[in-house]
């Protein structure tokens, strides 16, 4: 093989090439993969905030109901697992709502649990929550659930957008 610096001067061209391809590649990669984990993640968050929009629909209709020990309440377990992950893919602002709407769930998950406890006494204390919960609690909530579910449906919406291409 001869020493033609033109040679030399194209396969080391050729490698800088190569590498700064494989550099892109990976890193559009990497992305396609954070948006498609963002956009499953956020699938399965709105999933949970709209049973609990039901739920609240539900109780906020009947507030007997959430004595009702066979009546499921307000899920968070999607949140807890993956709040930290959703809070690395989102911007703050949006983070932020679902936060809020969150301590809203927490708040209505203490107080249904209070009102179900076994001794009477504590039963009769907290059964005069009902009309606060139907009045102040409820109506908070859903609003929290419907600015919470605007944000996803818009953070998907454009997620959409960008991976419709691939």
Known sequence: MSNDPSLIQFLAAAGVFGATLAFILQALGSWLQRQRELHGLLRLL?????QNSVQTYHFSRRPDAMQNHFIPGWESTVWKENAPRVAQLISESDFEVLVQYYKEIITVQVLRAAMMASDDQTKEEYSTLVPFLKDERFPQLQDAS???????DNILQRNWQRLKPF
């Open 46 to 50: 709105s999933a949970e905030l709209k």
């Open 146 to 152: 419907d600015e919470a579910l605007r944000v996803l």
